[in-house]
């Protein structure tokens, strides 16, 4: 049985979330699939192993956690040989996933997800390193064209990574019901940090709060920005109309979360592939989002719900082609079932499972003599 080492951020964004995923379903495809990191993901099946990384703050992009991952690495393959290594966020697995392979020739696949392509403060840092690691991979993929071609920008061509995009299990997201009934009730579901720009959400619910007397909004999620936000949400005098859910921890509540709303709205500044997006859409809802990143690639330029970033006009315009909408609710969401087709769990993971077995075809387990030598060298620093 192929045995894969996940590399990824914990609970943390959606490539953790993407990522866990994609271990659940290939434990049913006959993988073992190893979760190497700080935590388990709550959304992480029992059949997947959990090898704990000791890092503290899991989004520190250090020295520290790069060593660290690939010392959990060694541990592991120790005890249970590792076949391909799949480093779920760039930075910094993609250099951890390298270190692991120069000790021990196992191969290893680099999979970006969106911030450690987009994110100019961490490519500032960690952008050349993470390059040359990837370089050596045996195989890179992305979850959208526009970040595919970002990634060939930045790397002068030496990277080009196939594009598989994200899904969503069929199991834990479906409709409950179509119909042609508003809710007066909008949904939020990511993390508050600058790039979400919620200030800019809350700024239009705002707006469009004054004409819909019923209307609610609900933001789930966690992060630097949310105290901030609450007090905008209460300076601009609908404090009592915002919702404030913290972190939903369960699929099943998140499904249902979603099928008590109209839609789900975005307003980011840069988006890769968003789960919340695709989550919502195969729920059957509509989603509203800035026309960034991989976006328009979900629903199409033309989808009439897009807005530019930033732009808080076109935000609240956005909001009330919703509720004019002639094509009404029904329509639109199943519209949105049709879309989501499109990223289906059976065709997204039997992409993912011919670039493992490919990566493995092209490396071979490390012998125990060799595992051994790594040993001693390791006795020999502790001396």
């Known amino acids: 049985m192929t045995h894969l080492a996940f590399t990824a951020h914990s609970n943390i964004g959606g490539s953790s979330t993407a990522a866990a995923y994609l271990a659940n379903a290939l434990v049913e495809r006959d993988f073992e699939v190893s979760w190497v990191a700080s935590a388990r993901h709550r959304y992480l099946s029992e059949r997947v192993r959990h090898e704990p990384v000791f890092v503290g703050d899991a989004l520190k992009l250090n020295l520290g956690a790069t060593l660290q991952t690939a010392d959990a690495l060694v541990n592991l393959g120790k005890h249970k040989p590792i076949d391909v290594v799949c480093a779920h966020f760039a930075v910094p697995f993609a250099v951890s996933a390298q270190i692991y392979r120069h000790i021990t020739g196992v191969p290893f696949v680099v999979s970006f997800h969106g911030s450690d392509v987009h994110n100019e403060d961490i490519y500032r840092h960690y952008g050349a390193v993470t390059t040359a690691a990837a370089e050596n991979a045996a195989a890179t993929t992305t979850i959208s064209r526009y970040l595919a071609e970002e990634i060939r920008r930045k790397s002068d061509g030496a990277l080009d990574p196939e594009v598989i995009p994200n899904f969503i299990p069929a199991s834990s997201f479906h409709p409950d019901e179509i119909d042609d009934e508003p809710r007066d009730r909008l949904l939020h579901v990511s993390n508050f940090t600058a790039n979400k720009n919620v200030e800019l959400l809350a700024r239009a619910f705002a707006l469009l709060a004054e004409e819909r007397p019923g209307l609610r909004l609900t933001l789930a999620g966690d992060g630097e920005t949310k105290e901030r936000v609450r007090e905008l949400v209460r300076a601009l005098g609908v404090g009592d109309r915002v919702e404030f859910i913290g972190v939903v921890e369960e699929s099943d509540e998140l499904r249902r979360l979603v ?41 199409g330029e033309s989808y009439p ?19 004019a909408d002639p094509l009404g609710f029904a329509e639109r ?3 949105a079932l049709k879309i989501s087709r499109r990223y289906s769990e059976e065709e997204v993971v039997g992409r993912y499972e011919r670039v493992y077995r490919r990566a493995a075809e092209r490396g071979t387990r490390p012998t125990a003599e060799k595992m051994e030598t790594t040993d001693t060298l390791r006795r020999n620093e502790n001396a």
């Open 259 to 299: 099928g008590a709303h109209d839609a789900t709205i975005m307003a980011s500044d840069m988006e890769g592939l968003p789960l919340s997006l695709l989550e919502t859409l195969q729920c059957g809802r509509p989603i509203l989002s800035t026309n960034v990143g991989g976006v328009p690639e979900i629903v």
């Open 305 to 323: 719900f897009l807005f530019p970033p930033r732009d808080l006009d076109a935000c609240a315009e956005a909001l009330r082609r919703l509720y």
């Open 333 to 335: 969401r199943r519209e």
